[in-house]
């Protein structure tokens, strides 16, 4: 199908300067679509830090490496309910005031559901049509972040909201097979669901540096061998389970060193749970580091690993971070959890064990150590996938044949109604 090029305004959570693993997809996402030719801006939220309470032109965005971004006056407040209310319409309205400004062609929204409803609003109001795209489902991750509980009131609404804007939607995207399954049992036709897959923009990723001696020694890594994590430390990544497995990683490789780079909400209590373990002396915490070093530190370690825990997050959500690793051409160990299932063939782009148990992990761990003769295929081979299959240049252009579909759909009630 040939490329149609159109305008596609963005509806956005937060965005850059911010950083996070949500805004480096959402600026994959539009690098890739702008090399493709379209046209992209967007639009977030009151949850986007820095928001003044004065009222912004709509046609002055700001300007973040090189892309645009329209942004929602005003800080979230009021009452449960009543706030996110507030939001949805505050955000509605900046919609239809760059739109009407800009014409994009499609409404193209991002999870939360709040946007997903404030774009569903504006859609209508304009007749234009609104994709919804998910990348977990955010009363899921409230829950491995710790601030919320499966089952409660605010776990039920959420989830009712984000069936609301699935319905209403005139196609939905998710990032991965558990959540289109998942949308799929609860009543959603396939048909309707695409998935794009988390990819990784391998033109600005896909280069890894040497490793620097003089800057491991500096961490007091030694020669390693170095395992690393480089992410944010929520509760459901399961840190603590590695660090309680160093101790058996040490038996089998004492040279062994684990590197955590980082930081979030699980990191006073890891540093202690690493302060009183036997193995204190080989764990290392960098704290929070500036995006463009993580590069510094992925040279520095030989396995990356993800020992996520299991529940119904980690079991549908495909995670962004072992694709980086396996580009930066490291070696990838992980839980065996559904979203890492989804990503890592166990024994050839990496090494999967059992969730939620150390001595797993340990036992993974230093067979994967010792088994240096087959590090070099091992790395090749995960590259390789990533290139074939997560390579964001390619991976965008899997949104293409629902917006044309949707054009051509528009233009048909169009021509109908002349």
């Known amino acids: ?23 480096f997809r959402t600026r994959a996402i539009l690098k890739a679509q702008e090399a493709l030719g379209h046209s992209v801006r967007c639009v977030t939220g009151r949850r986007q830090e820095g928001q003044g309470p004065e009222l912004v032109p709509a046609d002055a965005p700001e300007v973040h490496d090189g892309l645009l971004f329209h942004r929602t006056p005003g800080q979230p407040s009021g009452t449960p309910g009543l706030g996110e209310w507030q939001e949805i319409s505050a955000l509605a309205r900046r919609i239809e005031a760059v739109a009407r400004i800009w014409r994009p062609e499609i409404l193209h929204a991002h999870s939360p559901a709040l946007g997903g409803l404030a774009a569903l609003r504006a859609g209508r109001r304009l007749s234009i049509p609104v994709v919804y795209e998910i990348r977990a489902f955010w009363e899921d991750a409230a829950v491995g972040n710790g601030t919320g509980r499966e089952g409660s009131l605010r776990y039920r609404l959420t989830r009712a909201l984000e069936d609301r804007v699935v319905k209403g939607a005139d196609a939905v995207i998710t990032i991965c097979q558990g959540l289109r399954s998942d949308l799929i049992a609860r009543g ?3 048909e309707r669901i695409t998935i794009m897959p988390n990819g990784v923009d391998l033109a600005l990723f896909g280069q890894p540096l040497p490793r620097d001696a003089a800057f491991a020694q500096s961490l007091g890594l030694g020669l390693g ?5 480089l992410g ?20 089998a490789q004492p ?27 080989a764990i290392h915490f960098t704290g929070r580091v500036p995006h463009h070093e993580v590069d510094r530190y992925y040279a520095l370690v030989d396995v990356v690993c993800y020992p996520r825990k299991a529940m119904r997050l ?26 890492h299932r989804e990503l890592i063939k166990d024994g050839v782009t ?6 939620d148990d150390p001595a797993a992990l340990a036992a993974a761990m230093a067979g994967l150590l010792g088994d240096t003769a087959m590090w070099d295929a091992r790395r090749t081979v995960a590259r390789a996938f990533v290139e074939k299959a997560h390579d964001w240049a390619a991976n965008v252009r ?14 048909a009630i169009s021509s109908a109604a002349a």
Do not use: C, W
């Not at 899997?398 to 233009?411: G, H, M, W």
């Open 225 to 229: 061998p170095v395992i690393g994590f």
């Open 1 to 23: 199908m040939a490329i149609l090029m159109t305008r596609v305004l963005h509806i956005l959570d937060h965005s850059l300067p911010l950083q996070s693993g949500y805004t």
């Open 314 to 339: 980690t079991e549908l959500v495909t995670p962004l971070k072992p694709l980086e690793a396996m580009a930066q051409g490291k070696l990838v160990a992980a839980s065996a959890v559904g979203g």
């Open 255 to 281: 040279d062994a060193r684990l590197l955590l780079v980082g930081g979030g909400p699980a990191d006073a209590a890891l540093r202690a749970q690493a302060a009183a373990s036997p193995a204190a002396a």
């Open 350 to 355: 990496g090494t999967l064990f059992a969730a």
């Open 232 to 251: 944010s430390f929520y509760p459901y990544e399961g840190l603590d389970g590695l660090i309680a497995a160093m101790p058996a990683i040490l038996a």
């Open 398 to 411: 899997r949104y293409d044949p629902v917006y044309q579909t949707l054009l051509t759909q528009r233009q």
């Open 188 to 190: 959603n036709a396939a």
